[in-house]
C-alpha cells in the first residue's frame, strides 16, 4: 500500500517545531516522534478517527491497541482506571519504559484500543516526546514507527526508511537509549502482575519493588493455534529479516565452537559478541559487549534491519541470550526473529 504525504523532516527540533507537531497531531495529524525505548507514531489519542491513519501507515491489522503516552502518571485517571499497584508502579518507574494495562475509560475510543475494555498507558521520558505531549495536553496514541512486521525504529534513519511519505512529520530526537520496546504488565486484582512483553525494566526491578510477577505464556514460547497472548501484537510476525536466524543454545565456548566454521563465508552471518574471538570475521556483526546487555539492546534493531540490503546473506547464526535482566527481552525479540529456531550445541 504506497501512501504519498509530504513528510516534513525536523532533525533538530526547537520549541516551535514542537508547537507546529502540536498542532498537526491536535487536528489528526500523524507525527514520528523520539522516546527512550523506540521511536513512536504518534496521533491525537482522543480523536476516533485517527488511530485508523496509524493502521494505514503502519500497514498493521487494526485489531492491534495502540500505547497512549502522557506527561505525567497521575493524569492516567482521566483516562483509565488506576489502582494501588499502577501507583507503585508509577512511583518507582515513571517517566520510564513501563507500559501499564488499566480498564479504559469512556474518552478513549474503541479505534485507539482495538476495541478492548482495557488501555495501554506510559510516561515516555524522552524530553522531546515529554515536551511534545506537555504542548498537546491531550494524550499521543503511538505505537512504533516501522512498517509492520519490521523490527522497531531506533534511529531517525530507521524511520525515514519505513515512514517517509506516509506521515505529516517525523522529529529526530537520536539514537533510541533503550533500543527495545517498553516492559508491558498487566496488574491483577490481587496486587501481582502479569508481564506481557519484557523490557528494561526488569522481572528482577518489579519483583525489587515487591511485586509478584508471572509471565505470559507469548514470552518465551510460541503459541499454539488458538492460543491467544495477552498483548495482542505479541502474536504477529516480528523483527524476522528476510534471511533465516538461527539461535544457538549452549556453553559460551560450544556456541563460539560452532560458529567458527562458518567464518568468512558470504552468505552466512555471524550475530557475536565484540570479545568473541569470531568478532574479527569478514561476516561477523557485533551486538555488543558479551556483559553488556544494554548496548546489545541498542544495537539489535539497527542490526536486523542491516540484513534486509545484504540479500546475498540467507542464513544468521546468534547466540540465544540468557534470560536474566533485560536478558529477557533480548531472549523474547531473538526468538521472534527467529521463529524460535533453536540449535543446541
Ligand atoms: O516502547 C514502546 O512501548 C513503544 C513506544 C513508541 O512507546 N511502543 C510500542 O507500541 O512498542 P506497539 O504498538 O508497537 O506495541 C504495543 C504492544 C502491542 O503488543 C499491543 O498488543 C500491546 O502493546 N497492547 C496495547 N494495548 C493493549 C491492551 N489494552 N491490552 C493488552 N495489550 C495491549
Ligand atoms: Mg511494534
Do not use: W
Not at 507546529?20 to 482522543?46: C, F, M, S
Not at 486484582?189 to 519484557?198: F, I, K, M, N, T
Request: contains cysteine; hydrophobic residues 40%.
Amino acid at each position: 500500500m504506497e501512501q504519498n504525504i509530504y513528510t516534513k523532516i525536523v532533525y533538530a527540533p526547537t520549541e516551535d517545531d514542537l508547537k507546529n507537531a502540536a498542532d498537526l497531531l491536535r487536528r489528526g495529524g500523524l507525527v514520528a516522534i523520539p522516546t527512550e525505548t523506540v521511536y513512536g507514531l504518534g496521533v491525537n489519542a482522543l480523536l476516533a478517527d485517527a488511530a485508523p491513519k496509524v493502521y494505514a501507515a503502519k500497514g498493521r491489522p487494526s485489531d492491534n491497541p495502540l500505547i497512549i503516552h502522557l506527561a505525567a502518571s497521575d493524569e492516567a485517571e482521566k483516562y483509565a482506571v488506576t489502582c494501588n499497584a499502577y501507583y507503585k508502579l508509577a512511583s518507582a518507574f515513571m517517566p520510564g519504559p513501563l507500559t501499564v494495562i488499566l480498564p479504559k475509560r469512556e474518552c478513549i475510543p474503541d479505534s485507539v484500543t482495538g476495541g478492548l475494555a482495557t488501555v495501554a498507558v506510559r510516561v515516555p521520558s524522552h524530553p522531546i516526546a515529554h515536551r511534545l505531549i506537555e504542548l498537546c495536553g491531550f494524550p499521543i496514541a503511538a505505537p512504533s514507527a516501522n512498517l509492520s512486521g519490521r523490527p522497531s525504529t531506533t534511529t531517525v534513519e530507521h524511520v525515514i526508511e519505513d515512514m517517509n511519505g506516509r506521515v505529516d512529520m517525523i522529529l529526530n530526537g537520536g539514537a533510541s537509549d533503550i533500543g527495545l520496546e517498553s516492559t508491558i504488565v498487566l496488574p491483577k486484582e490481587d496486587g501481582s502482575l502479569v508481564l506481557l512483553r519484557p523490557g528494561a525494566i526488569t522481572v528482577e526491578m518489579l519483583e525489587e519493588e515487591g511485586f509478584t510477577v508471572t509471565l505470559d505464556k507469548a514470552v518465551t514460547e510460541r503459541l499454539q493455534e488458538g492460543e491467544r497472548p495477552l498483548a495482542p501484537g505479541m502474536k504477529y510476525r516480528h523483527y524476522a529479516p528476510h534471511a533465516r536466524v538461527i539461535l544457538l543454545s549452549g556453553e559460551r565456548e560450544a556456541v563460539q565452537a560452532a560458529m567458527e566454521p562458518y567464518r568468512d563465508r558470504t552468505d552466512v552471518a555471524l550475530v557475536c559478541y565484540a570479545d568473541d574471538p569470531v568478532a574479527d570475521a569478514s561476516n561477523a556483526r557485533v551486538l555488543g559487549a558479551f556483559d553488556r546487555r544494554d548496548e546489545q539492546a541498542r544495537n539489535l534493531f539497527d542490526l536486523l534491519r542491516s540484513f534486509d540490503s545484504s540479500p546475498e546473506i540467507t542464513r544468521i547464526y546468534a547466540t540465544l541470550p540468557d534470560r536474566k535482566e533485560i536478558g529477557l527481552a533480548l531472549f523474547n525479540r531473538m526468538l521472534k526473529a527467529a521463529g524460535y529456531d533453536i540449535e543446541e550445541v
